[in-house]
Nanobody, 131 residues
Framework: QVQLVDSGGGLVQPGGSLRLSCVASGLTFSSASTGWFRQAPGKEREFVSAVTWTAWSSSNTYYANSVKDRFTISRDNAKNTVYLQMNSLKPEDTAVYYC?????????????????????WGQGTQVTVSS
């Protein structure tokens, strides 16, 4: 059974940091593309970041403009875990964050930002940025 478990959310003050983790079972991250999405109350789910994989090219990382230079996605293949390091957090970053994986190649930014290209999802972890 393929499963993603994401964790690491919490309450943090503006300007603070959090690191989200996504652990996979039944799936090897080194041969899958992984993304982070978020959904705030009353809003649609939006792309945050992704690290992609294809058999014919090296991996690429992508970020939403709103988090670029503040968030960093990384992958530890030995632990089969993907991380999202979030720095300089803002109140507008408040949302439920979801880890997602695609077992088919995601080979462009256009593909990476689309939630429908990911077929396995974590349960979500709440991030609240507030003073």
């Amino acid at each position: 059974q393929v499963q993603l478990v994401d964790s690491g959310g919490g309450l943090v003050q503006p300007g603070g940091s959090l690191r989200l983790s996504c652990v996979a079972s039944g799936l090897t991250f080194s041969s899958a593309s992984t993304g982070w999405f978020r959904q705030a109350p009353g809003k649609e789910r939006e792309f945050v970041s992704a690290v992609t994989w294809t058999a014919w090219s090296s991996s690429n990382t992508y970020y939403a403009n709103s988090v670029k230079d503040r968030f960093t996605i990384s992958r530890d293949n030995a632990k089969n875990t993907v991380y999202l390091q979030m720095n300089s957090l803002k109140p507008e970053d408040t949302a439920v964050y979801y880890c997602a994986a695609s077992r088919t190649p995601v080979n462009s930014r256009l593909a990476a930002v689309r939630a429908e290209n990911y077929d396995v999802w974590g349960q979500g972890t709440q991030v609240t940025v507030s003073s």
